[in-house]
């Protein structure tokens, strides 16, 4: 996210210069279609199962080198794996071909559910000895081992996800990249992409395609866009999940902090015995007596957004280029402030363009989160106390109304995006004071002749999952 961008337009010649533009006339809708079909194709998304869903965001997240790289200018492992791990802990809105953050965050959602996972029929004093309760205490055991300091902000922490490849992030790798090469003939009508007419593409573009910059913000409308958010999400919580405590039998506080207890005891060859001390284990333990089974909505992740708004400072945000600045803010807070900075901008339709071409680099960046037991939340027979049959999720793309819907199995990186067309005069007008033209986001763009070239790489969407039912059983208690 560089401070300084440049979008200055030089005045374009009448036509675009292919021959081939006078055969094809396709419209952004079309080209904007061919590229998610070409996507689609790549990644042989027709004969993918009905629960994986190929969502392009809009705009793409923009990546910023120097957020993975130290005080010295050079790449930084650590700074990397945060980013990263930050990008892959966001919650995506129920959408089969937007991708768009939800603001809650994948380690939230699940710490509370395996938190508060009960076998179905089993008595408070039989869970110390049932397999699947023991599956689920060791799940908060594998959680709470795999947390990490944040480099830029030591209050803050994260669950490592691993990419690979590991050095998605290195622009040198990027000439090692898949090549597309879209020419103005191949762009065939988007009613002609049948996954993108399958979910529902078209209608991302109906509001336009070209998302305008507003005036710069001031601290007070920065803070009140963050506001609004966190008050949304909580009356989203608030109507889903039951907020009251719940009288729990000592029992089960009991019978659980016993097990986590005896995990922890259990020697593992894997296990570095410095985390394995008295101290660690009585933390452990006391966090379970502190937060009972019973956790109905990711309170945690207001307490972030809270903290993310008492500290904004309008000098750390370039104004200009509606980007927060690097290496000021940790990860998480970087990629909320940079949604919220956006996220309610005014979109404009493409007018008159036409004769569309491009090119690019692409990289499928695959992620494991090796905190995430997801064979484990796919078995039967058990509920989360508190809450009803599918609240988090209800294991479908159809009326899918949880907090946990889709799970990111894949980022989709770009870079050295050139796109080349008949611009309009009004188009060419709100391209010089844009965020973004449908997927891509292009404050770091600038013109030259009738090609936008952009430089840098960002995120233009990722590969998500269905998650399963969560929960799969009522629990007895609602």
């Not at 529902?200 to 609004?228: C, D, M, W, Y």
């Not at 949304?232 to 889903?240: P, T």
């Not at 719940?246 to 016993?258: A, C, E």
């Not at 966090?287 to 089974?293: A, C, D, E, S």
């Amino acid at each position: 996210m560089n401070d300084e961008i440049s979008l200055g337009i030089k005045e374009p010649k009448d036509t675009f210069s292919n021959p081939l533009s006078e055969i094809n006339m396709a419209n952004a809708t079309d080209f904007i279609a061919s590229v998610y079909d070409t996507l689609a194709t790549s990644f042989n998304m027709n004969a993918a199962p009905d629960s994986l869903f190929l969502q392009m965001a809009w705009p793409g997240i923009s990546i910023s080198p120097e957020d993975c790289k130290d005080a010295t200018g050079k790449y930084n492992a650590n700074l990397a794996e945060e980013l990263f791990s930050s990008l892959a802990n966001i919650v995506p809105v129920m959408n089969k071909s937007k991708y768009e953050n939800s603001a809650y965050t994948i380690d939230d959602i699940y710490e509370i559910i395996i938190s508060s996972a009960r076998p179905n029929g089993v008595p408070d004093a039989s869970l110390e000895t049932n397999p699947l309760y023991k599956l689920f205490a060791d799940a908060q055991y594998e959680f709470v081992l795999s947390e990490k300091g944040s480099s830029k902000d030591p209050m803050d922490t994260y669950h490592k996800s691993i990419a690979t490849p590991s050095n998605w992030y290195d622009e040198a790798a990027t000439a090692y990249w898949t090549s597309i090469n879209i020419q103005s003939s191949q762009v065939k009508p988007a009613e002609s992409n049948p996954l993108f007419v399958k979910y529902n593409g078209a209608k991302l573009l109906e509001a336009g395609v070209i998302k305008i910059k507003n005036t710069p913000p001031t601290a007070a409308l920065f803070s009140a866009a963050l506001t609004q958010t966190i008050s949304k999400q909580k009356i989203i919580s608030n109507k889903n999940f039951k907020t009251n405590t719940f009288t729990l039998s000592p029992n089960i506080l009991n019978t659980s902090s016993q097990i986590v207890f005896n995990k922890m005891k259990t020697a593992t060859a894997a296990r570095p015995s410095a985390v394995l001390n008295t101290a660690f284990r009585n933390k452990l333990v006391a966090t379970n007596i502190k937060n009972p089974v019973l956790r109905p909505m990711p309170v945690t992740a207001f307490e972030k957004n809270n903290k993310v708004l008492s500290s904004i400072k309008i000098q750390n945000i370039n104004t200009e280029n509606l980007m927060v600045k690097p290496n000021i803010y940790s990860a998480k807070q970087t990629i909320i402030l940079n949604d919220l900075l956006i996220k309610d901008l005014p979109t404009q339709k493409s007018v008159g363009s036409d004769g569309f071409s491009i090119s690019f680099k692409f990289c499928r960046v695959n992620i494991d989160r090796p905190w995430l037991n997801l064979a484990l939340l796919s078995t039967k027979n058990w509920n989360i106390y508190g809450t009803n049959v599918g609240e988090y999720s209800s294991g479908t793309a159809e009326n899918n109304t949880g907090i946990f819907p889709l799970l990111p199995t894949s980022f989709i990186l770009i870079s050295n995006v050139a796109i080349t067309a008949n611009w309009s005069a009004t188009d060419k007008d709100n391209l010089s004071n844009a965020v973004s033209f449908g997927p891509f986001d292009v404050r770091n763009g600038s013109f030259n002749q009738n090609t936008l070239e952009i430089k840098g790489m960002q995120i233009i969407g990722c590969l998500s999952k269905l998650t399963p039912a969560l929960a799969p059983s009522a629990s007895p208690i609602v």
